[in-house]
């Protein structure tokens, strides 16, 4: 597995509840700019649309030497999951404050997948929390460090 970009606005703003791996519908020229790590998934969204999942709002760059074949660099893709989980997706976003957001997008073997989570929105004090935890743990991690020397 070989991951070409992950989504950590998502992992700051969201808690994950559950996440699901999912293939995605691209072009030619799409997976060529994908092997040169030229995508954005920052801003991206999951939609539920006549029953399909569809990756909203995610940039990849139109592939320089494609000419004709380069499509619209934030259009829409569908991705590929079982009715049932995307069944299951939707009923969990009616609720309120769930929503569906991708979190990495990576190479497993020579397919491109992207793992989807279900995720529930963070308040800024839970942010917070969650920047003081790190900090606290990266300073016990350099102390250990600095202690075993």
């Known amino acids: 597995m070989k991951v070409i970009t992950t989504n950590k606005k998502a992992y700051h703003d969201y808690t994950v509840v559950e996440s699901l791996e999912c293939g995605i519908n691209l072009i030619g020229c799409e997976v060529k700019s994908l092997r040169k790590g030229e995508v954005n998934l920052a801003d991206s969204y999951c939609r539920i649309v006549n029953g ?13 030497k494609g000419s004709y074949s380069n499509v619209d660099s934030r259009r829409d893709r569908r991705l590929l999951a079982h009715k049932r989980e995307i069944m299951r997706m939707l009923g969990k976003v009616k609720e309120k404050g769930y929503s569906v957001v ?14 989807v989570a279900l995720v529930k ?17 990266r300073d016990m991690q350099r102390a250990i460090r600095e202690y075993s020397k």
Request: net charge positive; hydrophobic share 30%.
């Open 121 to 137: 929105g963070k308040r800024d004090y839970d942010k917070k929390d969650a920047i003081q935890r790190k900090d606290i743990e």
């Open 52 to 64: 399909d999942l569809v990756l909203v709002n995610c940039h990849i760059k139109n592939y320089d």
């Open 102 to 115: 991708p979190l990495k997008l990576y190479f497993k073997d020579s397919l491109v997948k992207v793992e």
